[in-house]
């Protein structure tokens, strides 16, 4: 019998509702059963594409004696982190406090007013390496529940007025300048691996923000070291097993730093903002790497991860069946020099494999290589690589496919259609503006709605109950920001306005802080705000540059003084974490630079329009149209006619304008093109 998740929207929660476990979803009705039956709260977080999320799941939740214990002591409550960020921050942050270090599955044990006493994160199911089974874990908080219940509040208490005590961070005094930049970058220079690209050590992440700020900073300044780390870094991702080699686009993170194992999960999120980052490094070395990659990984975003609705998808789990039909971690992906040599034939699996970096011992697990492009191989045949990947994508098209994670999620949507119009702009590829604007049009449709304020997720076209958070709104108008620019169509900057403007609303505070949560959004034991970029753009930076285009786009003070107030916080972290503020430094680049704004009184998509796009200006905002009507769409075309009937550019920055142009080899260097 399916338990209460079974009427969720979310996929993760839907995992569990065959479980024996009689799990709630986070809901005040869960914390009141709590209350009415003196019983604690078991908290577990986690999503869908968490391959220990599936472990834990499979050994305890899915184990019935564990499951009748968990019922008649504990009000279970699951949470999707993707659907809920307020709720994982807040309590991750309490786990990372106590213990050190923190991931997913999360699990959290809550007083019915939803104060946590005592954290963990994955419990295995047998007693090893010094960690207790989760049998034992909850027979011991049963135990102090029971019998030392003062002690259990106490320690609540503590934990909670810690949170509440940590100081909120707030916008600072004034934006960030030179001085702040140039730090950062020395910064970003002592943490760069200079052997194998990318920042620190093992886990790495591939460094989307960071490698963004680079590019913009080499544009503004000319520094041939920003551009090398950015470049490097790049081909080193995209050669390496972190990038798929056969069907394009890339996994979360590489176990090594070498890049040669990744933890095989597939995000929207890193797809998108790597996706426009690839793009940007084309615009600035004309790499016929780039090119490969940013076109790839966009085909890959809309053949593997599109909804039928028109929307992203989440993920796809690094999990999946083997030959044997066990679920296990990279199977869809890795080969063994028998697999090559079944679908290829001796020749043809012998360069494969030289090619690929296929061993005989293999570099994953049970003989099994990551492909990957070790570049020792020499010359080689271009069409024969061509066959010889054509042949394995299509066998690999037969093996069982990893699961997909189908819910939309607004934020990252925004950043798909970002990256997917402007790769679609810059390499004439009209059907990836088309996929972008019909994702707009679904977050408009289904997560704007008829309440007129951001839905978090949405699934089969249906809205689910979250709120959206700052990132949402920030990202979201982001990609609406990006499509204006390239479709010159001015309702998607009227849209932008519109979710920015509950920004200034609904997550501002004083002196120019920003809250993940609106002012109206359930209240938790403390209200989650976070400057620093994880996976994603943090929302406070991610509004910071939607609200700089904005006022760039339409000289409104408003906008442009909360992206200053928000900048003070990147003033103050860029020196000392640049790692963790790359997307904040890269909007500090936007505004030391102005931004410059582009106006081309000519026909969308013609040549001086093309040429706007392409400037590497940091955060240039691009406005084009003809006609009468086109100051209507865009306030940067008001009275900025075209030149003796001939398509016109006008750039401005600072309160001071360059003489228009119809020439497009100007325009391009006006924009540093």
């Not at 509440?164 to 934006?175: E, F, N, T």
């Not at 093992?202 to 090398?228: C, D, I, N, W, Y």
């Not at 978090?456 to 979250?466: F, L």
């Not at 905002?621 to 075209?642: K, M, N, Q, S, T």
Request: charged letters at 25%.
């Amino acid at each position: 019998m399916a338990n209460r998740l079974a009427q969720t929207t979310s996929p993760y929660l839907r995992q569990h509702a065959d479980n024996p476990v009689d799990w709630w979803p986070w809901s005040p009705e869960a914390f009141e059963a709590a209350r009415e039956r003196d019983v604690p709260v078991l908290l577990s977080v986690g999503y869908a594409s968490c391959h220990w999320c599936h472990v834990m799941a499979h050994e305890s939740f899915e184990d019935e004696t564990v499951a009748a214990y968990l019922n008649e002591h504990f009000v279970p409550v699951k949470v999707d982190r993707e659907e809920r960020p307020d709720v994982d921050a807040v309590y991750m942050e309490a786990v990372q406090a106590a213990t050190g270090h923190g991931g997913w599955p999360m699990t959290v044990f809550l007083t019915p007013d939803a104060e946590p006493f005592y954290f963990g994160t994955y419990f295995p199911p047998e007693a090893r390496h010094g960690s207790p089974s989760f049998q034992q874990v909850l027979e011991g908080v049963v135990a102090a529940w029971t019998d030392r219940r003062e002690e259990v509040a106490e320690v609540a208490g503590r934990i909670v007025a810690d949170l509440a005590g940590r100081s909120l961070v707030h916008g600072g005094d004034g934006v960030p300048g030179e001085p702040e930049v140039a730090q950062a970058l020395l910064g970003l220079t002592r943490e760069y691996d200079e052997q194998h690209g990318g920042f620190g050590g093992a886990p790495k992440f591939p460094p989307s923000m960071v490698v963004e700020f680079l590019l913009r900073h080499h544009a503004r300044t000319g520094s041939e070291g920003a551009l090398q780390m950015a470049a490097d870094t790049c081909s080193a991702m995209a050669r390496g097993g972190i990038y798929d080699q056969l069907g394009g686009g890339f996994a979360r993170y590489s176990v090594d730093r070498e890049w040669v194992v990744p933890h095989f999960e597939k995000m929207l999120y890193d797809n998108a903002l790597l996706c426009r980052v690839y793009a940007h490094l084309w615009r600035t070395t004309g790499s016929d790497e780039a090119r490969r990659i940013a076109l790839e990984t966009a085909d890959f975003m809309v053949r593997e991860l599109r909804t039928a609705e028109g929307g992203f998808a989440s993920a796809l789990d690094a999990d999946s069946e083997d030959a044997e039909g066990k679920h296990v971690e990279g199977a869809f992906y890795v080969w063994t020099p028998a697999q090559l040599r079944e679908v290829l034939g001796e020749d043809d699996a012998a360069f494969a494999a030289a090619y690929f970096g296929v061993t005989e011992d293999g570099t994953f697990e049970e003989g099994a290589s990551v492909l990957r492009l070790p570049g020792d191989t020499g010359p080689v045949d271009a069409a024969r690589v061509a066959d010889v990947r054509a042949r394995l994508l299509a066998a690999r098209a037969e093996r069982p496919r990893p699961g997909l994670d189908d819910k939309v999620v607004a934020a990252w949507n925004g950043l798909a259609i970002a990256a997917l119009a402007e790769t679609g702009a810059y390499f004439d590829r009209p059907d990836l503006v088309e996929r972008a604007t019909e994702a707009a049009d679904l977050l408009v449709r289904v997560h704007l709605g008829e309440v007129a304020r951001l839905t978090r997720t949405s699934k089969d076209g249906r809205a689910g109950d979250n709120a959206g958070v700052l990132e949402d709104y920030g990202d979201v108008a982001e990609g609406f920001l990006a499509l204006a620019a390239v479709t010159g169509e001015g309702a998607w900057l009227e849209f932008a306005g519109f979710l920015l403007d509950i920004v200034l609303e609904q997550f501002t505070g004083e002196g120019g802080q920003l809250y993940d949560t609106a002012h109206d959004a359930e209240q938790l034991i403390r209200r989650p705000q976070d400057p620093t970029d994880s996976a994603t753009p943090s929302g406070w930076t991610a509004a910071a540059g939607a609200l700089l285009s904005y006022a760039a786009y339409t000289g409104s003070e408003a906008h442009r003084a909360a992206a200053e107030g928000a900048l003070g916080v990147v003033k103050a972290l860029g020196p000392r974490v640049p790692r963790f503020v790359g997307w904040g430094l890269a909007v500090a680049e936007a505004l030391l630079d102005g931004p410059r704004e582009v106006a081309v009184a000519g026909p969308v998509g013609g040549e001086l329009h093309r040429t706007a796009l392409l400037g590497r200006a940091p955060g240039a905002v691009v406005a084009a149209g003809e006609g009468p009507g086109a100051g209507a769409e865009f306030p940067l075309l008001v009275d900025r006619p075209p030149v003796g009937g001939e398509p016109t550019a006008y750039v401005c920055r600072h309160f001071v304008c360059d003489a228009p142009t119809t020439d497009a080899g100007e325009l391009a260097a006006k924009l540093g093109g």
